[in-house]
């Protein structure tokens, strides 16, 4: 409950209302800060972001990262060692 | 190939368990920055595209040695000497003759194109008089009834046969097969 302040009018009881309701948002999900009337939102601390970080970067399988880079170095060995011409850009590009 | 032999034996595919494969990536870079992407390739100029692609290749062939134990590697490694010795041969290029170019490009073209200089990206326009190593080059075209049209080399050809060795191998190495 908000007490008025008679000094200095109803103005300011609507301000520290309004502050008030916006605190609840920031502190609720973080210290459990009690209302009833906003709903609960997950709470993101900077060690639980980093904790699901490496919690999702644990899940990527180990052995499929081994095989995507097995590929592209095949693809660029090939790519890097071989020197076909099929002309398709000469006469496009810039012949020095 | 490799995932239909896979799949009739009924064992996972897989690909060749190639180490270092950080190498060839970053083997690649040069040649990446000189030949394929166009932000750069127009900003450097002949004599460094040259060194670019030549030391590609030499970090390319690097790679291959703790490799050279998986099948197809072999004919890669053959592959890419070959392209190598007749790049470094003929100013860091792929030679390619006037008269193989003819059959890529339409005759206007390949006028305004004069001797000894690129020809496409990695390819040199020389007569094959003045080519060394000119079995190496590329001089090897699709047959003619094809829409589509490609010059290529010997050393292509064994790269092509090496990657598709080692992909279609891939699933036999461990047994006693290879």
């Known amino acids: 409950m908000i007490k008025p302040i008679p000094a200095y009018g109803g103005d300011f009881v609507l301000v520290g209302s309004l502050l ?7 502190l609720q999900p973080i210290q459990g800060y009690p209302s009833h009337t906003l709903p609960l939102r997950k709470e993101y601390t900077m060690n639980k972001i980093f904790a699901r970080f490496v ?10 990262v081994q095989i995507a880079f ?20 000469v006469g496009i590009g810039r012949i020095r | 190939m490799g995932w239909f032999v896979a799949s009739w034996e009924k064992r996972p595919w897989q690909l060749p368990p190639l180490k270092y494969a950080w190498l060839a990536v970053i083997a690649f870079i040069p040649q990446w920055m000189a030949i394929y992407l166009p932000a750069t390739r127009y900003r450097i100029n002949d004599g460094w595209a040259a060194a670019c692609v030549i030391s590609s290749q030499l970090l390319l062939l690097l790679f291959c040695w703790p490799n050279r134990r998986i099948p197809g590697i072999i004919l890669l490694v053959i592959g890419l000497s070959a392209n190598l010795l007749v790049i470094s041969a003929n100013q860091g290029f792929m030679p390619i003759s006037p008269e193989i170019a003819g059959k890529l490009v339409s005759p206007e073209i390949l006028q305004t194109i004069p001797l000894g200089s690129r020809f496409g990206w990695k390819d040199i326009l020389l007569l094959p008089e003045t080519t060394h190593l000119v079995f190496l080059s590329d001089r090897i075209l699709l047959p003619d009834w094809l829409s589509y ?10 790269l092509a046969a ?4 080692a992909m279609a191998a891939a699933p036999l190495i461990g047994k006693k097969v290879i």
């Open chain 1, 20 to 26: 008030k309701a916006n605190l609840q948002t920031v």
């Open chain 1, 55 to 64: 919690f999702l970067t644990q899940k990527v399988n180990r052995q499929h």
């Open chain 1, 70 to 89: 097995a590929a592209l170095a095949l693809v660029l060995m090939v790519l890097g060692a071989g020197a076909p011409e099929d002309g398709g850009h």
């Open chain 2, 149 to 158: 049209q490609v010059a290529f080399s010997f050393g292509d050809i064994m």
């Open chain 2, 162 to 165: 090496g990657a598709y060795w």
